[in-house]
């Protein structure tokens, strides 16, 4: 484990489906005693919490999801206009305001004439005041989820930001916006590469609630085979996925060790209507 201290806190500022927390323990018995001296890679980082509890002095993060990596981006760059923008959210949060400002993707005109400040500032509120704080897209990439009704959403996290912005800023971390193979298959020696993909679901007609197009079988596939070319070029790697006959067929080759985890998880429980499914941790074989 890591020797230098930790900032408590750093956490996810967001909500998101698939949100790591709960299974930390468990993850942290898998992550290299050396981390310190790895270069950290995180291809579906989601909300972080993975990458938010290990604190890694150098790490390059990626998400498919562009209006996610924009607020790591604004909140390294704009921290300080963010949390305004946020507190003008937080002033006039209520039902109507929140389907004011849902509705603002549904005109591209005037979408394309938000600054980034305000595009971040728009998901981080939805996203907490939303119901179950769920990112969720329609078939158009629209963001369709219903208003929340919480008493008192944190709507503006101002320690949590800052303490992200301190930390993007004071590490050598690369953001970027793409597909997990590009930048997995950058890993070089002294690397460790944690995968979060989208879960693998068992029922066909289920939509993965991510983005419009889903992560399918032909996905999960070309995962492992990312994983399996990283595993020949001796790179440690972490996968998370959900327990399932077909991840297990995939997984079965003598290079990969299944470790079985229970797991409660609300957000995905909801989304997917799955309840309390085991999970699966994936290491390759030293
Ligand atoms: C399970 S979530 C990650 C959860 C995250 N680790 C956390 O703790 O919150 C999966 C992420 O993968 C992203 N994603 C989906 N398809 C992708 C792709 N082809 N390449 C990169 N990211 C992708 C989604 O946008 C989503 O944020």
């Known amino acids: 484990?890591?020797?230098?201290?930790?900032?408590?806190?750093?956490?996810?500022?967001?909500?998101?489906?698939?949100?790591?927390?709960?299974?930390?323990?468990?993850?942290?018995?898998?992550?290299?005693?050396?981390?310190?001296n790895l270069t950290y890679y995180e291809p579906f980082v989601g909300a972080g919490a993975v990458l938010f509890d290990l604190q890694p002095q150098k790490a390059v993060i990626n998400d498919f999801n562009a209006e996610l990596i924009l607020t790591y981006?604004?909140?390294?760059?704009?921290?300080?206009?963010l949390i305004q923008e946020l507190?003008?959210?937080?002033?006039?949060?209520?039902?109507?305001?929140?389907?004011?400002?849902?509705?603002?993707?549904r005109d591209k005109e005037e979408f394309s004439h938000l600054n980034d400040i305000e595009k971040a500032g728009r998901l981080i509120f939805l996203n907490k005041t939303c119901y179950n704080g769920l990112y969720r897209v329609n078939s158009r990439g629209l963001f369709n989820v219903p208003y929340g009704k919480y008493?008192?959403?944190?709507?503006?996290?101002?320690?949590?930001?800052?303490?992200?912005?301190?930390?993007?800023?004071?590490?050598s971390i690369t953001i970027m916006n793409g597909d997990f193979e590009a930048v997995a298959k950058e890993a070089a020696s002294k690397s460790f590469v944690y995968f979060d993909p989208p879960y693998h679901s068992q029922d066909k007609t289920n939509f993965t609630?991510?983005?419009?197009?889903?992560?399918?079988d032909d996905e999960q596939i070309r995962l492992r085979d990312t994983f399996l070319y990283l595993t020949k070029k001796d790179?440690?790697?972490?996968?998370?996925?959900?327990?399932?006959?077909?991840?297990?067929?995939?997984?079965?080759?003598?290079?990969?060790?299944?470790?079985?985890?229970?797991?409660?998880?609300?957000?995905?429980?909801v989304a997917d209507g799955r309840g309390n499914v085991n999970e699966v941790l994936i290491k390759n074989r030293k």
């Open 209 to 216: 609630g991510y983005q419009a197009d889903g992560f399918n």
């Open 87 to 105: 507190k003008k959210h937080k002033e006039h949060n209520d039902e109507t305001y929140y389907y004011d400002m849902r509705a603002q993707d």
């Open 73 to 81: 981006r604004v909140i390294k760059d704009h921290v300080e206009e």
């Open 151 to 171: 008493k008192n959403p944190a709507i503006c996290e101002e320690p949590v930001l800052w303490a992200v912005h301190l930390y993007l800023n004071s590490n």
């Open 235 to 269: 790179i440690p790697c972490l996968l998370s996925n959900s327990d399932t006959p077909f991840i297990r067929d995939i997984y079965k080759d003598k290079s990969f060790d299944i470790i079985t985890v229970s797991a409660k998880r609300a957000i995905n429980s």
């Open 1 to 36: 484990m890591r020797t230098s201290k930790k900032n408590p806190l750093l956490k996810p500022y967001l909500k998101w489906a698939g949100g790591k927390r709960q299974l930390l323990p468990e993850i942290r018995k898998h992550i290299p005693e050396n981390i310190n």
